[in-house]
């Protein structure tokens, strides 16, 4: 079955304790990104990535890292957190130039920083 | 359920009623557009997409408008189910079409609710 995988999909932690939120996808997608998704705001887009090794700013890239050393697998990284990046977070995956639009999305993560 | 659906406007509709969810945008230059669906728990699904060179296109129980003149999209959906219960969500991309550099920006969305 084609999906995006999202682990863990909730996630308690402290301020400045390290985390990695996985993501996977098994299409063979070239582009994947990660957005945050917070009450009122809508999706806004942290970081994204159009091939391995190439990863680049979204809107919201203050606080997160990201790496792409593998086509399917696309990490996200807060190496501090902190109280504002409580949210719900979304990989999402599609093709490069074929069907550009059709974003597949995970089924998201719900992180809560303390 | 996700918090997502909290401080959303609310559609609220009687089984088997028609529902139209209606989203403006806000760049003139947004060649495509993309509704979404966002049942509690989970992922956007993508539904339905328009090309800005038409005004209308038809899928399954779906119907999406789109009207240029005032940057304003809709999505109607015919006799709906409890199954339709979710929030919606417009996207439109900017950028050129399959360029690597296209991105897409997200409404915020409608929660619909069903009554049976």
């Known amino acids: 079955e084609a999906q995006v995988t999202q682990n863990p999909r909730y996630l308690i932690t402290v301020t400045g304790k390290k985390l990695t939120v996985t993501c996977s996808q098994n299409?063979?997608?070239?582009?994947m990104s990660w957005y945050r998704q917070d009450p009122g705001l809508g999706l806004r887009q942290i970081y994204y990535?159009?091939?391995?090794?190439?990863?680049d700013k979204g809107d919201v890239p203050e606080g997160y890292k990201v790496s792409r050393k593998e086509k399917r697998n696309f990490p996200l990284i807060l190496e501090s957190p902190s109280p504002n990046q409580t949210s719900l977070y979304f990989c999402?995956?599609?093709?490069?130039?074929?069907?550009?639009?059709?974003?597949?999305f995970g089924p998201g993560t719900r992180l809560t920083v303390t | 359920g996700e918090s997502v659906g909290l401080h959303l406007p609310t559609l609220s509709v009687q089984e088997g009623d028609n529902s139209i969810i209606n989203c403006a945008y806000s760049?003139?230059?947004?060649?495509?557009f993309i509704w979404y669906k966002q049942e509690s728990g989970k992922g956007p699904q993508f539904i339905i997409d328009?090309?800005?060179?038409?005004d209308k296109r038809q899928g399954q129980r779906v119907t999406v408008l789109l009207n240029k003149t005032v940057k304003h999209l809709s999505l109607q959906i015919a006799a709906t189910q409890p199954g339709d219960s979710a929030v919606y969500f417009c996207?439109?991309?900017?950028?050129?079409?399959?360029?690597?550099?296209?991105?897409?920006?997200f409404g915020t969305g409608t929660l619909l609710a069903v009554q049976p």
């Open positions: 328009i090309r800005s060179n038409m």
């Open positions: 299409m063979n997608h070239e582009y």
């Open positions: 760049n003139s230059a947004s060649d495509y």
């Open positions: 999402a995956s599609r093709p490069y130039l074929d069907k550009p639009y059709e974003q597949y």
């Open positions: 996207a439109e991309n900017i950028g050129r079409y399959g360029g690597a550099t296209n991105k897409l920006i």
């Open positions: 990535s159009m091939n391995v090794e190439v990863t």
